[in-house]
C-alpha cells in the first residue's frame, strides 16, 4: 500500500485523526515523528545518530508548532540491534538533550527497545494552550505562504548520499535541521491554515485544499536561496527533484491580505526567509494532486 492509502486507512477507522498533530483548541497538542536507518540518517556519515534524533524532533516539535502551540515535553523510544556500540547509545541520550536544550523541552519519558537489524529513533513532543488554526479553515482569496528554502534538506541528503564533495557546511545544516519554530507560533492567531512542510509542498498543500474545499493559484517560483541555485547550475539538477520531496520542516499558511504586512514583518524580524506564492480560489483540486507532491502552476 502507498503512504496515501494507509493513510486514508487510518482516518476511516480513527475519525479523530485529521491534522499532522492531534490538538484541542486551547489545550493539549501531540504528535510523534520516526527516523530510521538509511531512509532519514546515514550510518557512513561521521554523526549519523546525532542528525537522526535532530531529525525525529523536527518531524514532531514543526507538527505542534504548526497548530500554535508551544512545544515542551518529549517522550522518546530508542530501539537498537542487540549488539550496538555502547558509544552509540551514548552519544544518542547526549544528542536528545542537546536538541531538548536547544528547544527549550523537558525529556519526560520512553521506551527503549531491541529490533533485529535498523536503528528507530522515534519522537514524541507534546505542547499546551494551542491557538490553531488546523488545516480546514482557509478562504477563498486567502493567499498561499511558505517559510524558508524548499527542497534544501532534500538536497542536502542528495549531496550526502552521492558523496558529492564542496557543500559540507549546507549538508550539514540540511542533516541536523533546526526548524524556527517561534514563527508559527507567533503566526497562529493571523492565519485561516497551516502545516509544516515535510511531505512535499504539494502534498501538505493538498490536504489544506481538500480540508477547506478549495484549490490553490500558484502563481511565483517555489523559494530556493541562492546557493541552491548554484548547486542545481554546477550539478545540473533540476529543483523539482527536491522541493516535490519531503521532510523540509517549514511551514505553509493560508491568510488573509489584510495580514499580510504584519506577517512578513514577523517573518523578517526573526531573519526567516517567506515568500508568497500564490492564492486559494474556489473549486476542488484533482484526485492525483499532491501524490506524488505534484503541483500545478
Request: proline share 4%; aromatic share 10%.
Amino acid at each position: 500500500m502507498k503512504e496515501t492509502d494507509v493513510i486514508n486507512l487510518i482516518k476511516q477507522m480513527f475519525p479523530l485523526t485529521g491534522d499532522d498533530a492531534y490538538w484541542e483548541k486551547g489545550g493539549i497538542a501531540m504528535s510523534v515523528d520516526s527516523s530510521i536507518q538509511g531512509r532519514h540518517f546515514l550510518l557512513d556519515r561521521a554523526n549519523w545518530i546525532e542528525e537522526g534524533v535532530w531529525n525525529s524532533v523536527a518531524g514532531a516539535i514543526t507538527d505542534v508548532a504548526a497548530v500554535g502551540s508551544n512545544p515542551e515535553l518529549i517522550m522518546a523510544s530508542f530501539c537498537f540491534p542487540k549488539k550496538t556500540n555502547d558509544l552509540i547509545i551514548k552519544k544518542a541520550v547526549k544528542a536528545l538533550n542537546d536538541v531538548s536544550k536547544y528547544f527549550n523541552l523537558n525529556v519526560v519519558g520512553g521506551d527503549l527497545s531491541q529490533t533485529s537489524s535498523d536503528i528507530v529513533l522515534s519522537i514524541s513532543v507534546i505542547g499546551f494552550d494551542a491557538i490553531g488554526p488546523g488545516l480546514s479553515s482557509a478562504k477563498k482569496g486567502d493567499l498561499i505562504g511558505v517559510t524558508g528554502w524548499l527542497g534544501s534538506r532534500p538536497l542536502g541528503w542528495y549531496l550526502a548520499i552521492n558523496k558529492i564533495k564542496g557543500y559540507g557546511d549546507f549538508v550539514e545544516q540540511a542533516l541536523k535541521p533546526c526548524p524556527n519554530i517561534d514563527f508559527p507560533i507567533k503566526v497562529a492567531r493571523h492565519v485561516s491554515a497551516m502545516t509544516d512542510i515535510t511531505d512535499g509542498i504539494g502534498f501538505d498543500l493538498a490536504n489544506i485544499c481538500r480540508k477547506s474545499n478549495l484549490k490553490p493559484n500558484i502563481f511565483s517560483e517555489i523559494p530556493c536561496s541562492k546557493f541552491m541555485k548554484k548547486i542545481f547550475c554546477d550539478l545540473k539538477l533540476n529543483p523539482e527533484m527536491f522541493y516535490t520531496q519531503g521532510g523540509d520542516y517549514e511551514f505553509l499558511l493560508t491568510f488573509d491580505q489584510k495580514n499580510k504586512k504584519e506577517i512578513k514583518n514577523l517573518a523578517k524580524s526573526l531573519n526567516l526567509p517567506f515568500s508568497i506564492i500564490g492564492k486559494m480560489e474556489e473549486g476542488n483540486i484533482p484526485s492525483w494532486y499532491g501524490k506524488g507532491s505534484e503541483i500545478i502552476w
